[in-house]
């Protein structure tokens, strides 16, 4: 394959996307950059690793012409030293508009390494999708920085499923607030309450060119989501997701009622009971 791409001068894209092309394939499969720099692999879920990253990043920063605008890392076995990778390569980066490490294993020095080289020098990413990366409460503050770095051309920011809870999405909310360049933001499949929707009520009032924020199934509270969608529907110009807002039918309310009356029936039933077994003669 690589040999091929080498030769044929013409050959722009090579998709071997959900294989298992491994660290070794990619470092034998982009030896043809150099002869055809033109040539764009697309390698999603083939478990290159951090081995495969490096290689990947290094030879994109060598050889990789402008027409190489994406780099999908979706579902690689990515770490933090395969980050150190993409960090570099995106330093004073000119071509990359959008990057994803969707679905790999970061955790928080992952998303600190990326963060620290992101927001070093300049780049032109307009979307970075780091979802399912399992950043959890400890890497919000990092991505929360990520944020207020207020990076001029990044336009889109992807961190759902990544174990945020209430104390995760309350700093990344707060971050939001500090932004003037983020247009959409999905924080989706996280588990947040209370203190996040507060804190986003607060943006909703000051936001100025956020206008997609996605909480879908994020959170469990169906009035939380009815605040946050209401609170919304007054901003000017954006939308908060949050999945169904549904209306409670005459039906919920029966059941509701029916199961608190069930709950005070079976207090005065242990009540009773309790009295009955008080009043019973001690046996001689």
């Not at 190489?68 to 980066?93: I, P, Q, S, Y």
């Not at 996040?196 to 009035?223: M, P, Q």
Request: proline fraction near 2%.
């Amino acid at each position: 394959m690589s040999k091929a791409a080498a030769c044929h001068r013409d050959l722009t894209s090579v998709d071997l996307s959900w294989n298992n092309v491994g660290p070794l394939g990619t470092k034998s499969l982009l030896r043809s950059m150099q002869r055809n720099p033109l040539c764009v692999y697309h390698l999603m879920a083939n478990k290159i690793g951090d081995a495969g990253t490096t290689c990947l990043c290094e030879a994109m920063q060598r050889f990789a012409g402008k027409g190489t605008t994406t780099l999908n890392l979706f579902r690689n076995d990515v770490r933090h030293k395969g980050c150190e990778a993409v960090g570099r390569l995106l330093e004073n980066n000119e071509y990359l508009l959008d990057v994803s490490l969707h679905s790999n294993t970061l955790g928080l020095k992952g998303m600190q390494v990326l963060r620290q080289h992101f927001t070093a020098a300049p780049n032109r990413v307009r979307s970075l999708n780091v979802g399912n990366c399992m950043l959890g409460d400890e890497g919000a503050p990092e991505a929360a920085a990520l944020i207020t770095a207020n990076l001029p051309t990044l336009e889109r920011l992807n961190l759902e499923n990544n174990g945020f809870s209430d104390d995760g999405g309350v700093i990344i909310v707060k971050a939001l607030v500090k932004n003037t360049f983020l247009v959409m933001v999905s924080c989706a499949d996280n588990t947040f309450g209370t203190k996040t929707v507060d804190a986003t009520a607060e943006l909703i009032g000051t936001a100025k060119v956020l206008k997609v924020l996605d909480f879908t199934h994020s959170i469990e509270s169906i009035e939380m989501r009815r605040t946050l969608a209401f609170a919304a529907s007054d901003a000017d110009g954006m939308r908060i997701e949050v999945g169904e807002v549904q209306e409670e039918t005459l039906d919920d309310r029966l059941q509701h009622v029916a199961e608190y009356m069930q709950m005070i029936l079976d207090a005065e039933a242990e009540r009773a009971k309790s009295k009955r077994s008080k009043k019973r003669p001690k046996k001689e």
